[in-house]
């Protein structure tokens, strides 16, 4: 079964350092999603993208966020400038086509360590 | 703004035992629900989906839902859990009005199964 993947697994920064957070979608597939846990609390919506822009964003993601397909196969997620509470579980996820039933198939996650 | 309450953080049962993990959501629309699981390690995968029709779903690995629209709940059962079922739950929400269809997510619920 085709599977969303994201490295690294876990990535380990000092604040105020860059981190740019990889994942590749299903092949077919068409919106894209990044949402994180911080520990002890909810996974929480960050942004969504399709057709090479970002469709939708919680207040959460703010200037310091960015999100790139810089190729077919990648998205990535760019924090510029880290903060201690940058420190969660990022996950990313795909769908194939617009409309609302379609589902969100979701990867391992990277977890991030901002120190 | 949707909101998604799980009313278990931590659940330990034995083997055999039955299962039953609630799921509330605030959100007047017609709604999509979602139950995800998430095995250690893993990535967090769909157990079973309700957009219309019988309000009693059934999903993978003998696990059911049950949407009673009255309450705004979709509640997870399993009559007998197994050892393998160890792993985190998350009820998710998205309505139809957002164009990137973000999904909202509980605090979701620890189980743990004792062998």
């Known amino acids: 079964e085709p599977e969303v993947t994201q490295t690294p697994s876990h990535q380990v920064t000092q604040m105020g350092q860059e981190v740019i957070l990889r994942c590749v979608p299903i092949?077919?597939?068409?919106?894209f999603y990044w949402y994180r846990q911080i520990l002890g609390q909810k996974v929480e919506f960050l942004v969504s993208f399709y057709n090479n822009e970002i469709s939708e964003k919680s207040e959460i993601f703010d200037d310091q966020f960015s999100v790139e397909r810089p190729d077919g196969s990648n998205f990535t997620l760019k924090i510029r400038s880290t903060k201690l509470e940058d420190s969660a579980m990022y996950f990313c996820a795909s769908r194939t086509q617009t409309g609302s039933k379609n589902i969100q198939y979701f990867g391992a996650g990277t977890r991030l360590s901002v120190l | 703004a949707q909101s998604v309450s799980q009313h278990n953080h931590h659940v330990i049962l034995s083997e055999a035992a039955s299962l039953e993990l609630g799921c509330n959501y605030s959100y007047g629309g017609t709604v999509n629900l979602f139950w995800y699981v998430q095995y250690p390690g893993q990535h967090l995968q769909l157990l079973l989906k309700y957009f219309s029709g019988d309000p009693l779903v059934k999903g993978i690995k003998g696990f059911e839902a049950e949407f009673i629209k009255s309450k705004f709940s979709f509640n997870l059962r399993k009559p007998s859990v197994q050892w393998s079922d160890t792993a985190e739950y998350f009820c998710?929400?998205?309505?139809?009005?957002?164009?990137?269809?973000?999904?909202?997510f509980g605090g979701g619920t620890r189980l743990m199964v004792k062998p």
């Open positions: 092949s077919n597939h068409l919106y």
């Open positions: 998710a929400v998205n309505g139809p009005n957002n164009a990137g269809n973000m999904l909202t």
